[in-house]
């Protein structure tokens, strides 16, 4: 019963450099997320996805892009990264309405 | 607009007693969804209860209920028998319209229970 799967757990990034964060989902779920927690704060939806090929951005979105080629997967990219994305990052997926499933999260520190 | 206001940052609770995690949330759809989740220290998000804007009675999950108070737009956390391992961040989410995709949450609130 794997659920939501995100890879890598941890990662250190070079201002500049850019790098993928992996989500996969085996319960056949349409919608996907990634969210990003900063420390002490709450969770701000990055992307979502409501079904393959279907992308929409959340409330921060600005330097970040999706795709979503497959109902299993959703990665999401980061370009050119920057101090301001050290961040734990988590991926979750939900059936059309309903409680989200999350992944165990990623914890992303750029220097 | 904030969506979510969960305005007590923190909260402390001795145990054994029950304690309530407000929440207020703001929409103008007849048909929303509440969440409540908990992230205990080791990171991960936790699905607690959920509270649909028609449910005629107030969610119950075990130890959890939900407060639901839709005229003051209210759906307060209440644990009750607080344990040792309730101590967490506790979030309260909403998703609108009757298939919402997106889930908004709000700045959480910390539990810690004291011995």
């Known amino acids: 019963n794997a659920g939501v799967t995100q890879t890598p757990k941890f990662r250190i990034l070079k201002i500049g450099q850019s790098m993928t964060l992996q989500c996969t989902q085996d319960?056949?779920?349409?919608?996907m997320y990634w969210y990003r927690q900063d420390p002490g704060m709450g969770l701000k939806l990055i992307y979502y996805?409501?079904?393959?090929?279907?992308?929409d951005k959340g409330e921060v979105p600005n330097g970040y892009n999706v795709s979503r080629s497959t109902t299993e997967d959703f990665p999401l990219r980061l370009e050119l990264a920057a101090p301001s994305q050290t961040s734990v990052y988590f991926c979750?997926?939900?059936?059309?309405?309903?409680?989200?499933?999350f992944g165990e999260g990623s914890r992303l520190t750029v220097l | 607009a904030q969506k979510i206001t969960q305005t007590q940052p923190g909260m402390f609770v001795q145990e054994k007693e029950a304690v309530t995690l407000d929440c207020t949330y703001d929409?103008?759809?007849?048909?929303?969804?509440l969440f409540w989740y908990k992230q205990p220290s080791s990171g991960e998000m936790i699905f607690l209860i959920y509270?649909?804007?028609?449910?005629?009675q107030n969610a119950t999950e075990g130890r959890y209920s939900l407060n639901f108070q839709k005229a003051r737009k209210s759906a307060n956390l209440v644990i009750s028998a607080s344990q040792l391992g309730d101590s967490a961040m506790y979030f309260c989410?909403?998703?609108?319209?009757?298939?919402?995709?997106?889930?908004?949450f709000g700045a959480g609130t910390i539990l810690r229970v004291k011995s």
């Open positions: 319960m056949n779920h349409n919608y």
């Open positions: 989410a909403m998703r609108e319209g009757r298939y919402g995709n997106k889930l908004v």
């Open positions: 979750a997926s939900s059936p059309t309405a309903g409680e989200l499933f």
């Open positions: 996805s409501v079904g393959a090929g279907i992308t």
């Open positions: 509270q649909g804007s028609y449910d005629q």
């Open positions: 929409t103008s759809d007849p048909s929303y969804g």
